[in-house]
Nanobody, 124 residues
Framework: QVQLVESGGGLVQAGGSLRLSCAAS????????MGWFRQAPGKEREFVAA????????YYADSVKGRFTISRDNAKNTVYLQMNSLKPEDTAVYYC?????????????????WGQGTQVTVSS
């Protein structure tokens, strides 16, 4: 089993940056693909970014491509989401998730474990 704890959320002005971290427990972190999702009030949880086990392949939602960067450090059991040029529409609770499988990484159903989420608020 994997436990995930997100950190790094907060309040930032539009155009600013934040770096989210997700620390995973257990010795098998490198066995999981990792993803970031977000959920705004009244909306469904949506895919943001994903990264394969070794970090050699990354995937992004069109809405964040070119602004957000996902990365991982398997030695530290941590996945990151660097968010630049933030917009008010990026405001949401951000969740990290771990997937044993390698397919369908843009879908919530592909993930086996979830963190509790961290709030990101972007003011205009």
């Amino acid at each position: 089993q994997v436990q995930l704890v997100e950190s790094g959320g907060g309040l930032v002005q539009a155009g600013g940056s934040l770096r989210l971290s997700c620390a995973a427990s257990g010795r098998t972190f490198s066995s999981y693909a990792m993803g970031w999702f977000r959920q705004a009030p009244g909306k469904e949880r949506e895919f943001v970014a994903a990264i394969r086990r070794s970090g050699d392949n990354t995937y992004y939602a069109d809405s964040v491509k070119g602004r957000f960067t996902i990365s991982r450090d398997n030695a530290k059991n941590t996945v990151y989401l660097q968010m630049n040029s933030l917009k008010p529409e990026d405001t949401a609770v951000y969740y990290c998730a771990a997937a044993l499988g390698m397919l369908g990484l843009r879908g919530t159903n592909s993930y086996d474990y979830w963190g509790q989420g961290t709030q990101v608020t972007v003011s205009s």
